[in-house]
C-alpha cells in the first residue's frame, strides 16, 4: 500500500508540474506566482515551489528585475525533438515551404489532437498576413478548413460526441450548428477540399486538403491562408481561387505519398 501511495503522489506532483508549464504557456508572456497559482488553482505557497523547482531545471526562467515566469529556452530541445521527429512533419515541411513560396500565401500543416487542431509547422508567404500561429499551438475544429478536413475522418454521431452542441462562434460567420457543419464535410468528402471564410477571424479566409497515410486514414491537413479577398468563397472571379484549390490539393498528395499512401 505504501508503495501505491507513492506512486499517487508521485505523478500527481508531474500533474501539478505541467499544469505550470501550461500556464505559462497561456497567451502572456510573463506571469506572476499569484498569475500560475490562479490558472492552475494551485495554492501559492505549492507553485512557488514547482516554479523553483522548475527554474533549477530549466523548464522556466525568472526575469531578474520583475520576478516573473516565463518559459525557459530549455524546453526547445525537447519539443524541436517532438516536432522534428513526428512523421507528418518530416514529410511536409519542404512541400508546405515551396507552396507559400509559390503563392505569397500562409501555408500550414495540423493533425487532430483530442477536440482540437494542432499546427505542426507554419510558413508565411510574401501575400500573408501577419500571424501568431507557431508550432504546437491549437485551433478550433469546426471554425477552420483544415479542422475540417481532419474532422471527415469521423461520423455525424463521433464529431457531436467530440465537439459538443452548440458549437462556439469566433464571428458571426462561424459555423454553429452540427447540421450545416455535417453538409460542409460532405462537400469536403465530395470535392477533396474545405473553404472557410472568416469563421475564425475577420478579414481571414483559408483553404485545406486532406492528408492519408499508408492505410488510406486522414492522418492531418494541409491549409493555405490568407485574405478573404484572396481565398474567400465569394471572390473567384478570375479563377485564382481555383488555381489555389489546385496547389493545397497537390501539395496534400505529396505528403501523402511520402507517408506512403497510394
Wanted: charged share 25%; glycine share 8%.
Amino acid at each position: 500500500m505504501a508503495t501505491r501511495a507513492t506512486d499517487a503522489g508521485t505523478n500527481q506532483s508531474v500533474e501539478r508540474a505541467v499544469s505550470v508549464l501550461r500556464a505559462l504557456d497561456s497567451g502572456r508572456p510573463e506571469l506572476r506566482v499569484s498569475d500560475v497559482a490562479e490558472l492552475t488553482g494551485l495554492g501559492s505557497s505549492t507553485t512557488s515551489r514547482l516554479l523553483s523547482t522548475l527554474e533549477r531545471l530549466d523548464m522556466v526562467e525568472r526575469d531578474p528585475v520583475s520576478n516573473l515566469y516565463r518559459l525557459s529556452l530549455g524546453l526547445l530541445p525537447l519539443a524541436a525533438t517532438a516536432t522534428n521527429r513526428h512523421p507528418v512533419h518530416r514529410a511536409a515541411r519542404m512541400v508546405l515551404q515551396g507552396l507559400a513560396t509559390r503563392t505569397g500565401l500562409g501555408a500550414n500543416v495540423a493533425v487532430r489532437r483530442g477536440g482540437e487542431l494542432m499546427f505542426l509547422c507554419n510558413f508565411e508567404g510574401t501575400r500573408a498576413p501577419k500571424s501568431h500561429t507557431q508550432a504546437g499551438h491549437t485551433a478550433p475544429l469546426h471554425a477552420t478548413s483544415i479542422g475540417k478536413c481532419l474532422l471527415t475522418g469521423l461520423g455525424p454521431k463521433e464529431r457531436r460526441k467530440l465537439l459538443g452542441d452548440p458549437l462556439d462562434a469566433h464571428t458571426e460567420y462561424t459555423t454553429t450548428s452540427h447540421d450545416l457543419l455535417d453538409a460542409e464535410i460532405d462537400t469536403v468528402r465530395r470535392t477533396g477540399y474545405a473553404v472557410e471564410a472568416e469563421e475564425r477571424a475577420l478579414g481571414r479566409a483559408s483553404l485545406a486538403a486532406p492528408v492519408r497515410d499508408a492505410s488510406g486514414e486522414i492522418v492531418a491537413a494541409v491549409s493555405l491562408w490568407g485574405p478573404s479577398s484572396v481565398l474567400g468563397e465569394r471572390t473567384d472571379t478570375d479563377g485564382q481561387r481555383l488555381a489555389l484549390v489546385r496547389e493545397v490539393i497537390e501539395a496534400a498528395d505529396a505528403i501523402s505519398q511520402a507517408l506512403g499512401a497510394l
